[in-house]
């Protein structure tokens, strides 16, 4: 049922000690409590993927969790190369700061240096472009994106395809996230570069850090060891749709290893591709938190500098504590409803903060007279609606589009958990108890449902 249907010298040396990170062994205490942690949701097969976990030049846990590849029966491994999504950002980046340091564009350029016939490209800067500050529309947004991203277009392509949709604002006058902006700045580095964007990240990048296990992520290459991605959210487990990854080129077009993405983690707190300058400036959030590819944030009184992906089938996660140099990278290739719960906890382990499970092993029982206060209908977008009812004390789900009943497994008082369809529901109440709403979370996409009212104002049963 999809209800959300509708993310040798001393410099050769310390570049050699970046490119190989030693693969210590797992630490036996963090493993055994990663393990229990993850255990409910494995035993349901409700995610899989790799996790590396790293404090400063050792490696504390890597290691995969459940199938890379379901038909054949393939484990994932830290080898496993897994889609990036959004994560290819901080590349993008660093590319247009590699350009910088070279002292082949500046960051106060104009988009009309680089692509003079871009609709009001005079008007914006690679810095707002970076910082998501610039106007652009994301192409998540502009008419035929569903059917358009399965086609093998060109970065010139694309760009030709979201040009003329109007400003959101006035460049530097907000802020919108925006993949259409990153696509432009695949196309600045193209430019500026002589090169093709995926050989420059490979040249200026990738081969520097010793990252073999990263790139371009293309349909027609034979890539061992690449995951395949699958979602739930129609009762089964199935593959995830097909897209063709370098239309995404410069905003998620990027496949990599939790250990390629330790590497890439050392080398930033180094100067080995910029001056510390450029990467200071690259780690100062502009607005909004977001940064140049990252967003810099604060989780468990300690600085985070964060990014995620997500795109068919795949969710990634890289959380950088640099003050602590602690890193936790997940990389998920099943759209999991808990990706985001479980990379918090993934981090309170870490840190060694307190956390609560991911996912009961048993439900909560809870009264029925409670459970009553959720009947109703409920709206979720326009003409779509979901149902809650007590059956045989359990509360059920129903939705518009599929009349069979989903069982609410209670994690607290106020949430729930729908395995059947893969939804966690939380509810909101208001001082007297009456509820007030729904949050639904179905893998990485998010919904919120408000109380259909009857002609009495009473909630509709």
């Known amino acids: 049922m999809p209800i959300l249907k509708v993310l040798l010298t001393g410099a050769l040396a310390l570049v050699l000690a970046i490119a190989s990170p030693i693969l210590a062994a797992n630490d036996p205490a963090l493993e055994v409590e990663v393990d229990a942690y993850l255990q409910p949701l494995l035993d349901r097969d409700l995610i899989s993927g790799s996790i590396l976990i790293a404090k ?35 590349f993008t980046a660093m590319g247009i700061l590699v350009l910088a340091n070279k002292g082949k564009l500046s960051l106060d350029d104009p988009l009309a240096k680089y ?34 991203y399965i086609k093998p277009w060109s970065i010139d392509d694309v760009i030709e395809w979201f040009k003329d949709n109007p400003l959101q604002f006035e460049p530097g006058e907000d802020w919108a996230y925006s993949n259409s902006g990153y696509v432009l700045l695949a196309k600045v580095i193209e430019v500026a570069s002589g090169q093709d964007y995926a050989d420059f990240l490979h040249q200026a990048i990738f081969e520097k850090l010793g ?81 140049y590819g990252w967003f810099v944030r604060e989780a468990f009184g300690h600085k985070l500098v964060e990014h995620g992906g997500a795109i068919n089938g795949f969710l990634a996660q890289s959380q950088r504590f640099v003050d602590d140099d602690l890193v936790v990278i997940s990389l998920f290739n099943y759209e ?3 990706w985001r719960t479980v990379n918090h906890g993934l981090a309170a382990i870490a840190l060694g903060e307190d956390y609560e499970p991911a996912l009961l092993s048993e439900p909560l029982v809870l009264e ?40 609410g497994r209670a994690q607290s008082d106020t949430q729930f958990f729908f395995a059947e369809i893969n939804l966690m529901m939380d509810v909101d109440r208001d001082e007297e108890g009456k509820v007030t709403g729904l949050h639904l979370l179905q893998g990485a996409h998010r919904a919120a449902g408000t109380p259909v009212q009857g002609p009495e104002g009473e909630p509709r049963q």
């Open 56 to 90: 400063g030049d050792e490696i504390l846990l890597a290691k995969g969790y459940g199938p890379a590849n379901r038909e054949h029966g393939i484990p994932n491994t830290p080898e496993t190369k897994f889609r990036l999504g959004s994560m290819t950002k901080q």
């Open 115 to 148: 692509l003079p016939d871009y609709p009001n490209a005079e008007k914006m800067t690679l810095h707002q472009l970076l910082s998501h500050t610039s106007g652009v529309l994301s192409y998540n947004a502009v008419e035929g994106y569903g059917e358009n």
């Open 211 to 291: 990252m073999e296990d990263t790139g371009q992520d293309v349909f027609t290459t034979v890539l061992p060891d690449r995951a395949t991605g699958y979602g739930n959210a129609d009762r089964e487990i199935y593959n995830a749709p097909y897209r063709d990854l370098p239309f995404t080129s410069g905003a998620g077009s990027l496949y990599s290893t939790v250990l390629d993405l330790y590497k890439w983690d050392r080398a930033l707190y180094t100067d080995t591709l910029i001056s510390q300058e450029l990467l200071d400036r690259m780690m100062t959030p502009v607005e909004h938190d977001y940064a």
């Open 336 to 338: 999991s409803t808990f």
């Open 368 to 407: 029925p007279a409670l459970l009553e206060t959720y009947d109703g209908e409920y709206e979720v977008m326009e003409d779509y609606f979901v149902t809650l009812a007590v059956e045989n004390g359990r509360l059920v789900l129903r939705a518009s589009d599929d009349p069979e009943a989903c069982v």
